[in-house]
């Protein structure tokens, strides 16, 4: 009976899939710095929706109700805009992000339960509200170009840029995915073989607020896209590239493209010098 009861529930989640998805971050008394446990849950949220079409996210803090009416809206708005700034540290669109709203207290009557320190409990908190695009959006295509090894084999000249395509970092980390070593693989042949030129390394991120550098959120330095270029850097030196001809740059998000936020999270070469050959 139990199996068939879950059974039908997945089938009724196939057939009316959830339009919004909901996490809720809990926080101490008068507080709005993020508990650490609740941070680790927040990150592993954000993980999980990284990859969705957000169409939108509603950011909404509460109190309980000790305090007074304007003390619990400050403190309410307080939480919701710590729990926005890990979504900007983490490169998430923010232009997605629609309302970052204290809402002050919820009423006790809220959650039926006779235990008041629970009650209270959980009424400390921040609500997200992710409404994802469903069906997803088809992404427009590219337009085909030249690929990474063939513009590198090519004519080049002080100045050009070269973007590094498939080199893919997962939201907030520096390391470099199995696909992209694969691909670094290739392109590190070419380097190493291209004595004839010296280039940087420049490393970018999304969708931060401003011109700030994202967070490693392994390291929890705010040096991402530094960290990403430095990467990169040591694994074309692992491969033969030498280091002389070599530097790396963090460009933080100075330079956006204006496109999708993921093509932000980038890594670039910059040709700094080209050796003429002599016959």
Known sequence: MKSLLILIYLSFLIAFPQKEIKH????????YDIP???????????????????KKISIYGFCDDRGSDSYNLVLSQQRADAIKEVFSNNEFDESVITNVDGKGEILLNVVHDNDLYKIRGLNRKVEIIVQPYDPPREKAEQPEKESTEELLKGELKEGDKIQLENILFRTGYSYLTKESKVKLDDIAKILVERTDIYFTIEGHVCC???????????TKKRNLSLARAKRVYDYLAEKGVKRYRMKFVGHRRKFPLGGEPELDRRVEILVTRVIKKTN
């Not at 941070?39 to 957000?54: G, K, T």
């Not at 931060?208 to 392994?218: C, E, P, Q, V």
């Open 208 to 218: 931060t607020y401003g011109t700030r550098d994202a967070i490693d959120r392994k």
């Open 24 to 31: 809720q971050v809990y926080f101490l008394t008068d507080q």
């Open 36 to 54: 650490e446990t609740e941070e680790s849950r927040l990150l592993l949220f954000l993980s999980e929706i990284e990859n969705m079409d957000v």
